[in-house]
């Protein structure tokens, strides 16, 4: 069964730092796109982040460049989101994501995992 | 950035109805468009892809058009399991999903 299994969701003080992990499972992971994809409370859909199969691209929106960074080591199948300075506005449902590998690069998302909360509060 | 519009935010229909949402981009993006649902507390699923391209396994009463900047999708003899949040989402520059519109049944 594709899988994908997210987690290193906590409660975390502004300006504290946090990783995200995401377990995949099903599927040959080191061809596909992955990305990280969040929801604040009763808001939209808001794309984060992106990485490339090798993991030699990375993309970042402009809301967390600077701060947050992708990577995944493809011998463990895991992707992962390192956040940095955290403020209230990263509150969210934090969704691992695998790219449909039409094109190859930009592609839409086609797997998702349950997703992991991350809640920035004092 | 390109960004997405949707309209309405919020529709409320009759089960059979036939119901249309609209997504507009600030520029042109082809067609690499896609369309989201997504149910409460539940990770979104993939519905349509490339316009018009629905995914396996996705209901054939889900339709999708559109090319350039303005977008639509289409649901037919609408049920009561399609009561969701829709989404679009360009991918021809980055990714940005759009605000989404949500679906009620009366």
């Known amino acids: 069964e594709v899988q994908l299994l997210e987690s290193g969701g906590n409660l975390i003080q502004p300006g504290g730092s946090l990783r995200l992990s995401c377990a995949a499972s099903?599927?040959?992971?080191?061809?596909?796109?992955m990305t990280w994809v969040r929801q604040a409370p009763g808001k939209g859909l808001e794309w984060v982040s992106t990485i490339s199969d090798t993991g030699f691209s990375t993309y970042y929106a402009d809301s967390v460049k600077g701060r947050f960074s992708i990577s995944r080591d493809n011998s463990k199948n895991t992707l992962y989101l390192q956040m940095n300075s955290l403020t209230a506005e990263d509150t969210a449902v934090y969704y691992c994501?695998?790219?449909?590998?039409?094109?190859?690069?930009?592609?839409?998302?086609?797997?998702w995992g349950q997703g992991t909360m991350v809640t920035v509060s004092s | 950035d390109i960004q997405m519009t949707q309209s309405p935010s919020t529709l409320s229909a009759s089960l059979g109805d036939t119901v249309t949402i609209t997504c507009r981009a600030s520029r042109t993006i082809n067609t690499w468009l896609a369309w989201y649902q997504q149910k409460p507390g539940k990770a979104p699923k993939l519905l349509i892809q490339?316009?018009?391209t629905l995914e396996s396994g996705v209901s054939s009463r889900f339709s999708g058009s559109g090319s350039g900047t303005e977008f639509t999708l289409t649901i037919n003899t609408l049920q009561p399991d399609d009561s969701a949040t829709y989404y679009c989402q360009q991918y021809n520059d980055n990714w940005m999903f759009g605000p989404g519109t949500k679906v009620e049944i009366k």
């Open positions: 099903g599927f040959t992971f080191n061809i596909y796109l």
């Open positions: 994501a695998r790219g449909s590998l039409v094109r190859g690069f930009l592609d839409p998302f086609d797997i």
């Open positions: 490339k316009s018009s």
